[in-house]
C-alpha cells in the first residue's frame, strides 16, 4: 500500500451540478492483501452545507458497518458507490467533498476527497 499512493481513487474527480442536485461517486479501491477486504466509505459534506439543509460532519452518528461499502477481492480492484446531494441553498463555488474509508479494522478519515462545483440554476 505504501508503494501505491493510488490505491484509493474518487471518479470522476470533479463533477459539476446545480443546487439541489446529486453527484454520484465512485470509490475505487485497490486490495494489494492476499485476502479479501471489506472497504466501507462515507462523504462528508462540506461545512457551508449545513445551513442549507446539509449535513454536519461533526454530528454525524452512521457507524462504519452502516456505511456502503463492498468486499474486495485479493488482488484486485473494488469499488464503493456514493451519492452526494447538494442541498438546494447552496451557494455557486467549488467545494471539497472529502471521504472517509473503513478498509478492513484501519479507519482512514478523510483519506481522499473529490471537488463538486455547483453552478447556478439556469
Known amino acids: 500500500y505504501g508503494m501505491d499512493e493510488a490505491w484509493v481513487r474518487l471518479f470522476p474527480y470533479e463533477q ?10 465512485r470509490v475505487d479501491v485497490t486490495n494489494h492483501s492476499a485476502s479479501p477486504c471489506r472497504a466501507a466509505c462515507r462523504a462528508i459534506l462540506p461545512r457551508a452545507w449545513a445551513g442549507d439543509g446539509g449535513q454536519d460532519p461533526a454530528t454525524s452518528r452512521a457507524e462504519p458497518d452502516d456505511w456502503p461499502g463492498a468486499q474486495i ?6 469499488h464503493v458507490r456514493l ?4 442541498p438546494a441553498g447552496v451557494k455557486p463555488g467549488r467545494y471539497v ?6 478498509f478492513g479494522a484501519r479507519m482512514l478519515p478523510q483519506f481522499q476527497e473529490a471537488i ?7
Open 16 to 25: 459539476e451540478t446545480v443546487p439541489g442536485g446529486t453527484v454520484d461517486l
Open 73 to 78: 477481492a485479493p488482488k484486485t480492484d473494488g
Open 83 to 86: 451519492t452526494v446531494n447538494v
Open 97 to 102: 467533498v472529502p471521504v472517509d474509508l473503513r
Open 116 to 122: 463538486v462545483v455547483v453552478t447556478a440554476n439556469e
